[in-house]
C-alpha cells in the first residue's frame, strides 16, 4: 500500500513514517513534474528502507528475549 502511495503522492509517505521535515522537502520536489520521478524514486526507497528497520528491530529484540 505504501509503494502505491509512494508513486501516487510521494510526500504523503514521509508522514506516515514520521519524518515530516522529508516530507515537506519531498512536497517542494514534487511541486515540478521533473521532479516528481525523483520524489516518487526517493519515497519508494524510503518505504524500504523503514520496512527493513523494523524487521531488523523486530528480529533484535526476538533475539534479546531468548
Given at each position: ?64 528475549d531468548?
Amino acid at each position: 500500500m505504501r509503494i502505491l502511495l509512494a508513486i501516487l503522492l510521494p510526500f504523503v509517505v514521509f508522514f506516515t513514517i514520521g519524518r515530516p521535515i522529508q516530507g515537506v522537502l519531498c512536497l517542494i520536489l514534487q511541486i515540478t513534474l521533473i521532479g516528481w520521478i525523483p520524489a516518487a524514486l526517493w519515497a519508494i526507497y524510503c518505504v524500504s528502507q523503514y520496512d527493513t528497520d523494523k524487521k531488523i528491530k523486530a528480529a533484535v529484540g526476538a533475539k534479546s528475549d531468548d
